[in-house]
């Protein structure tokens, strides 16, 4: 996040995209392709469905929506991975389903590793882990999902007192999960906006508009996660009383 578009990135990106953002009335409807410019090679491409192209979180600017009961966005990440941090900006739309998926695995495939992030139709997280029978759950903030551009941060590692998957909003730490057995993260294929059933339609899901995802193999400290947040935060959205109250 730190570097800047060079062009040599830019050669990198296919030409019908390079013009993407100078069409405003192109659209993303039916299913697209996401492709992974990483180094690192990690994550294989991702496709999306019944998403479209709306405003982004700065002027000038697009993000995707994910807008309809089936909107999802699918991804690949093969390994297993002793650290693991992923971000979402977040604009939360309205509430079909009582549950929404931001990321669920395509199938629970009885590993350690997968998780589950889901919100109530208030904005309340829920976190799942395969094979934990007994989290230890901590709730430190009742911070909630809004319809305001937000950063939703999950991170995973081990700490001086063992492994903790933690949850922030826009910088601040909601939750702390501590598992007894999983000490590796294993997505594998997810879902991102919804779940899949076995007839491969998406349901549960949460419509929002997405900004930016960055998916990293090492675990974010809670000072890296706030410095995130602040350096992508769009202040120009805001009224002056948030910085008095903030």
Request: proline share 5%; hydrophobic share 30%; aromatic share 14%.
């Amino acid at each position: 996040p730190d570097s800047s578009i060079t062009s040599d990135y830019i050669a990198k990106i296919p030409e019908h995209w390079q013009n993407w953002h100078k069409k405003p009335e192109s659209s993303l409807s039916g299913r697209r392709l996401f492709t992974n410019l990483a180094e690192s090679k990690i994550a294989s491409h991702g496709v999306q469905n019944s998403g479209y192209r709306t405003r982004g979180r700065w002027p000038g600017s697009y993000s995707l929506s994910l807008p309809h009961r089936g909107s999802h966005l699918n991804l690949f990440i093969p390994g297993e991975y002793s650290e693991f941090t992923i971000n979402f900006w977040l604009q939360k739309l309205f509430c079909y389903e009582p549950r929404q998926g931001l990321i669920l695995p395509n199938n629970w495939s009885k590993k350690f590793g997968q998780f589950s992030l889901e919100f109530s139709r208030a904005g309340e997280v829920e976190f799942q882990q395969w094979g934990e029978t007994k989290l230890q759950i901590n709730r430190i903030k009742n911070q909630k999902l809004g319809p305001q551009w937000q950063l939703l941060s999950y991170t995973f590692g081990k700490e001086k007192d063992g492994y903790k998957n933690k949850i922030f909003i826009n910088g601040n730490l909601l939750m702390e999960v501590k598992p007894t057995w999983t000490s590796k993260i294993n997505l594998g294929e997810f879902t991102i906006g919804g779940f899949l059933t076995s007839g491969g339609k998406s349901h549960g899901n949460l419509n929002c508009n997405i900004d930016e995802i960055l998916i990293l193999k090492k675990r974010w400290s809670e000072k890296e996660v706030k410095q995130y947040f602040k350096s992508g935060f769009p202040y120009h959205q805001m009224e002056p009383d948030f910085f008095v109250r903030n």
